[in-house]
């Protein structure tokens, strides 16, 4: 079953532009939620993460934005760049370091020069 | 890169037959997971080793198994496979199990089943 649902599927956006990647989770035991990022031929790396005591964190371009009653979490990228292009999977996990992932589907996000 | 490395890149196997794909982690990193990634889908938890031990596992078949060894490389197993097994096969290393340690992947292992 899919425990984190991630829209949109894909993304175009010009550069220079806001891209906005939307997740929502069931189960209230998830207690950390990190985002992905994947070129191709590569595994995943950490992007950002953040722990449900905050509703905001945000590392330079990179904003997540969480929500806990509507168990909704979201990624901010501002001054989207062409080299940002890449698949991006949000994840969850029952443990606050990062064990055991559920991951979204993945949203393939191209930045248009 | 990330110091996790993964071998073979890529394979190709008929169904019915086994296979296993090698992981070797970062130096010090004594916890490892495993993940099978689907064309075009988030990857799925298989199980996860911290020294030596399996200590938890997802909704996979007892026909996935795994080892860790001492050095903390480890290998995932594969027996009877299946059309549905074709997958990017991912490892994952890190130091231990609490805290904010980084969870670093390796490249994958593209497995196809014909």
């Known amino acids: 079953q899919q425990q984190v649902k991630q829209s949109p599927q894909s993304l175009i956006v010009q550069k220079g532009g806001i891209s906005i990647i939307n997740c929502a989770y069931e189960n209230t035991a998830f207690d950390y939620f990190p985002w992905y990022q994947q070129f191709p031929g590569k595994g995943p790396a950490l992007l950002i993460a953040?722990?449900?005591?905050?509703s905001e964190k945000k590392e330079g371009r990179f904003t997540i934005s969480f929500n806990k009653s509507a168990k909704q979490f979201s990624l901010h990228i501002m001054d989207s760049q062409p080299g940002d292009s890449a698949t991006y999977f949000c994840a969850a996990s029952r443990d606050n370091a990062g064990n055991m992932l559920t991951f979204g589907g993945g949203t393939r996000l191209m930045v248009k020069p | 890169e990330t110091g996790v490395t993964q071998s073979p890149t890529h394979l190709i196997k008929t169904r019915g037959q086994q296979v296993t794909l090698r992981c070797s982690s970062q130096s010090g990193h004594n916890t490892v997971s495993w993940y099978q990634q689907a064309l075009g889908q988030g990857p799925q938890f298989i199980f996860q080793y911290y020294r030596e031990e399996e200590n938890g596992r997802g909704n996979f078949p007892p026909r996935f198994s795994g080892l860790q060894f001492p050095n903390y490389s480890s290998e995932l197993n594969v027996n009877a496979l299946e059309l549905d097994d074709s997958a990017l096969y991912l490892c994952?290393?890190?130091?231990?199990?609490?805290?904010?340690?980084?969870?670093?992947f390796g490249p994958g292992t593209r497995l196809t089943v014909l």
């Open positions: 953040i722990r449900p005591d905050v």
């Open positions: 994952a290393s890190r130091k231990g199990l609490a805290g904010t340690d980084t969870q670093y």
